[in-house]
C-alpha cells in the first residue's frame, strides 16, 4: 500500500508515457517555439507551486533530446548553498565540453575577472583612520589629493571589467555554437522560486549580464507570484513592481493548462489502490455500499475542482486517505461524501475541522461553513446532491453533542409537512429539500444515530489499523 506518491520515471524512448496529465502538446509547443526562436532568449513556464512543474520539464528535457538538442538542467534551490551563481552556471555548462576544452577554458578565463570583488581604498582608508582624531586632517588632505588617482582607478577597473563581459560573452558564443550549430542549448532553471531571495536575483541578473548570447535558450521553471515576493524581500520595498522587474528579464510568458481534476483523481485512485478497499467482495456485493467508489470519486473531484487545489495539495489528501481508510473494516459504513469532504477540511481548514472536532460551532454555523466551500450553481442536481452531504453532516454532528445541547434541526407540523430550522445558502430553488433530508438521514434505523466522532476518530487515526485488504 502506498500513501506517499513518488517521482514519475522520465522513459527515455518516450518521456510521456508515464504521464497522466496529456502533457506531451505542450511539450511539442514549447520545442516548436524554441526552433523558431533558436537565437536565443529567456522562456518563463509560470505555474504555482504544486502544479507539476518539475516533472513537466524533466519529461520535455528528455523530449527536447530525442529532437536533438542540447540541454541542460539547474535546480536551483538544491544548489544555492554557493554564493556565486556564476561558478554553478558555468559548473552545467562544462558538462558539456568534449573536443571544445580549449575554447571552454577560454571562456572560464574571461569569466574569472567576473568574479573578483575590489574593496575601494578610500573605505579601508577610513576604517583604518575612523578612530584616530588626529589623522582625520591628514587624512581629509590625502583623499583630497589622491581623489583624482582614485577616480582614474575606478574608472580603470570599470572599464577593464565591462571588456572582460563583452570577451566573456564572445567565447561563450563560439563555446554555445560549437557544441550544435543547428539547434540551441536549451538551459532550463527549475526551483528559482524556492531558493535563496538573493540568490535568485543574482541568477536572473547573471542571466541578463553575462549568458544572454546567440544560442542559448533559458527555461525558468517558476511560481512568478512567489519569485515576485523574493524580488521584494531583496529590495526591502513591498511597493515595488515585481512584475515589470521580471519583464526586463522574461522575453516570452507560458502557463501550463489546468489538468482535468476528474481525470486526475481517478489516476490517484488507481495509484494509491483504493479498489483493494472499495472493490472488496463484500463490498461489491452489498446495495448499500456498492456505489461507495463513484460517491468518493465524485466528491472528490467536484472539492477540488471548486476550491482549486494543487496537483500536490490532491495527492497529498489521496495519500492521507488511502491510510485512514485502513481502520475501516469492509462492511462499515464511509458515507463516502462526508468522509472525503472531512479530510479535506481537516488538510486545507484546519481551523474549521478543530471547531466541528470539539463542537465549537452551532449548526446553522457550520452549515454557512459548508456552504461556503461550494460556490451556489443553477443546476438543481449539483445543489440537492450537497444538500443531502450537509445533512448528514448537521445530523452527525448534532448526534455527537450531550442530550442539554442538541439542537432541533427540524419541526413537522400537524400536516406531517417537515420545515428545517437550519437555512442552507444551497437551496436556492430547491426550498424544502434540506428538511426532507435531515428527516430522511435522522430516520434512517441503520445510521440515524451515528456520531460523527466515529468518522473523526479514525480520520486522526485514533483506531486500531485493520489493513486486510
Excluded at 517521482?7 to 518521456?15: A, F, I, Q, R
Excluded at 544555492?80 to 572560464?108: C, G, H, R, W, Y
Excluded at 463516502?336 to 472536532?357: A, C, G, Q, R, S
Aim: proline content about 2%; aromatic content about 12%; some cysteine.
Amino acid at each position: 500500500m502506498k500513501i506517499k506518491h513518488i517521482d514519475l520515471c522520465v522513459d527515455e524512448k518516450d518521456p510521456f508515457i508515464n504521464c497522466q496529465l496529456d502533457r506531451v502538446t505542450y511539450a511539442q509547443i514549447l520545442t516548436d517555439t524554441v526552433g523558431i526562436y533558436s537565437d536565443g532568449f529567456v522562456l518563463a513556464i509560470n505555474n504555482e507551486w504544486g502544479t507539476g512543474k518539475t516533472t513537466f520539464v524533466k519529461m520535455w528535457q528528455q523530449y527536447l533530446k530525442n529532437e536533438g538538442y542540447n540541454t541542460l538542467y539547474f535546480n536551483a534551490w538544491e544548489n544555492d548553498f554557493d554564493a556565486n551563481p556564476l561558478v554553478a552556471i558555468m559548473s552545467e555548462l562544462k558538462s558539456l565540453t568534449n573536443s571544445n576544452d580549449k575554447i571552454f577554458n577560454s571562456v572560464i578565463q574571461k569569466g574569472a575577472i567576473l568574479t573578483k570583488k575590489i574593496l575601494p581604498t578610500v573605505l579601508k582608508a577610513i576604517a583604518k583612520n575612523y578612530i584616530d582624531t588626529d589623522s582625520i586632517v591628514d587624512l581629509v588632505e590625502k583623499v583630497s589629493e589622491g581623489t583624482t588617482e582614485i577616480l582614474e582607478d575606478e574608472i580603470k577597473i570599470y572599464s577593464n571589467k565591462k571588456k572582460s563581459v563583452k570577451d566573456f560573452k564572445g567565447e561563450l558564443e563560439k563555446f554555445i555554437i560549437g557544441t550544435n550549430e543547428d539547434k540551441p542549448l536549451v538551459f532550463i532553471i527549475d526551483e528559482l522560486d524556492r531558493c535563496r531571495p538573493n540568490y535568485a536575483v543574482e541568477v536572473l541578473e547573471q542571466i541578463k549580464h553575462f549568458f544572454s548570447v546567440k544560442g542559448i535558450v533559458f527555461v525558468l521553471s517558476i511560481d512568478k507570484t512567489q519569485l515576485g515576493h523574493a524580488i521584494k524581500g531583496v529590495y526591502g520595498n513591498n511597493e515595488i513592481n515585481s512584475d515589470e522587474y521580471l519583464r526586463r528579464f522574461i522575453d516570452l510568458e507560458y502557463s501550463i493548462p489546468k489538468p482535468s481534476t476528474d481525470k486526475f483523481c481517478k489516476y490517484l485512485y488507481q495509484y494509491f489502490s483504493f479498489d483493494d478497499f472499495f472493490s472488496s467482495n463484500m463490498r461489491s456485493k452489498s446495495s448499500e455500499l456498492s456505489e461507495d467508489k463513484n460517491d468518493f470519486l465524485r466528491m472528490a473531484a467536484m472539492l477540488f475542482d471548486e476550491n482549486n487545489l494543487t496537483l500536490r495539495q490532491q495527492e497529498k489528501i489521496f495519500g492521507q486517505t488511502r491510510l485512514i481508510i485502513s481502520s475501516f473494516k469492509e462492511n462499515h459504513y464511509l458515507f463516502p461524501h462526508l468522509f472525503v469532504f472531512l479530510i479535506y477540511l481537516k488538510t486545507m481548514k484546519p481551523d474549521l475541522y478543530i471547531k466541528i472536532e470539539t463542537n465549537s460551532i452551532s449548526t446553522q454555523e457550520l452549515s454557512n461553513s459548508f456552504s461556503d466551500i461550494f460556490p451556489i450553481k443553477k443546476q438543481d442536481e449539483y445543489n440537492v446532491n450537497l444538500l443531502y452531504i450537509e445533512a448528514m453532516l448537521l445530523t452527525f454532528y448534532n448526534n455527537q453533542k450531550d442530550y442539554d445541547v442538541k439542537e432541533k434541526l427540524y419541526e413537522v407540523d400537524s400536516e406531517n409537512k417537515v420545515t428545517s430550522i437550519i437555512e442552507s445558502k444551497l437551496e436556492g430553488n430547491s426550498r424544502g429539500k434540506l428538511a426532507d433530508f435531515l428527516q430522511h438521514v435522522s430516520s434512517n434505523f441503520r445510521y440515524g444515530s451515528y456520531k460523527l466522532k466515529i468518522l473523526l476518530s479514525k480520520i486522526n487515526l485514533t483506531e486500531p489499523l485493520v489493513i486486510n485488504f
